[in-house]
């Protein structure tokens, strides 16, 4: 039976080499010369430190092409708040990978609501799509896509 998996997913190695290069373009500018300003990536978490607030603006207009450059979607991209003390400021930003169980149950009512015949089931942080047709999974695939959903869909694993 023809399948495919929706997924939201993001390339470490991407990610990784992104923020790389805009802790390089940080340390080469000149209104961040000697401040400390640095991009700090943990897990999908990436830390920006600074001196001041509207740093942490200047410092996400470099990030988010960045990412965008690499082929990561800028939409997964949440800046929390910032943290601002005396002497520093620091702003995270949390890069979503995964379809949360709110995301895929909307997927699974939108598949369902569609009267495709196709059916979606969640498993863990992906929804698997089947159905007896080829041409149903991908008008499926089009009616996800046009659906504007706030997380960066994939479509994975689409076997025949």
């Not at 960045?66 to 997964?76: E, N, P």
Request: aromatic share 4%; with cysteine; net charge neutral.
């Amino acid at each position: 039976m023809p399948s495919f998996d929706v997924v939201s997913e993001l390339d470490s190695q991407e990610v990784r080499n992104a923020v790389d290069q805009a802790n390089r373009e940080v340390s080469q500018r000149f209104d961040f010369k000697d401040t400390g300003a640095k991009y700090e990536l943990q897990e999908f978490t990436v830390t920006m430190h600074a001196q001041v607030d509207f740093q942490l603006k200047q410092m996400l207009d470099i990030l988010l092409p960045k990412l965008a450059k690499r082929g990561i979607d800028v939409a997964c991209a949440k800046p929390g708040d910032p943290q601002v003390t005396l002497n520093a400021a620091r702003q995270p930003v949390v890069l979503q990978h995964g379809i949360d169980a709110d995301t895929g149950r909307k997927i699974q009512r939108l598949i369902k609501d569609s009267k495709l015949k196709v059916q979606a089931a969640i498993q863990g942080d992906q929804v698997r799509v089947t159905g007896k047709q080829r041409d149903e999974l991908q008008a499926a695939i089009a009616l996800i896509r046009g659906a504007g959903l706030e997380v960066p869909l994939q479509f994975k694993n689409f076997r025949d």
